[in-house]
């Protein structure tokens, strides 16, 4: 799920950027002609690639250019290559940013790591929060934020204030303000028909009132009676007549 979700909601973040390849699980080689000098990030981001359909990347074939964003989803089977062997890897082919995510929070504490890399070594990035719906790591090389919402990892977007979202989760999002715009259609509509009906019934209130202060006035009532019959000013008496 957090491939899948990173992957996706890093692909629709850079959509419109021609030089940024985003993979995950799939084989990164870094030795031409050596078949065992291979790694296989879950997630990684290139920048300065052209972007198109890879099977895997080999590093010689893109300007050497290595990954510069890796994720690793720890798991019991992957904690040691995860912490010891990968970090070395990443490190000699100078990624830049290496991040470490266990979801089940029994390898890593916190459950969120991130290192970058500084003058050739490793050094730790910085927590924005400590609180566990706050807790985040800013990466430089995406310009996002990841961060933890109930132990899920999201990537946040600092300049809108939100999460990067997967095909589904906008399509869902979609279909949510489609169903509001539609519903807000049909009300507005029921207060435009209340609002006809209205204006019907008191139109034929108007017209019912103005007979019967004509049927008065013809019956030689004076002016002042039928007003008081009627429970109208003298002036809406003479605006009846006069219409």
Known sequence: FYMVYSVEALEIYFKNRQDVYV???SFVYYER???????APDVY?????RKRKRDNYKVWQEGGIPPAFVLEITSETTQEKDQIIKPEIYRNLSVREYFQYDPSGDYLNPILQGVRLVEGNYEPIAAQGTAFDTFGLWSEVLGL???LISGELRFRDRQTGEFLKTHGELDAALQQTEAVLQQTEANLQQTETALEEEKTARSQVESALRSLVSQLLNSGLELDRVAQMTQLSEDEIRQFVDD
């Not at 002609?33 to 790694?39: F, L, N, T, W, Y």
């Not at 981001?45 to 690639?49: E, K, R, T, W």
């Open 23 to 25: 993979s995950a699980n």
């Open 33 to 39: 002609g050596d078949r065992e000098a291979v790694i």
């Open 45 to 49: 981001v290139v920048l300065g690639v």
């Open 145 to 147: 934020e990841l961060q």
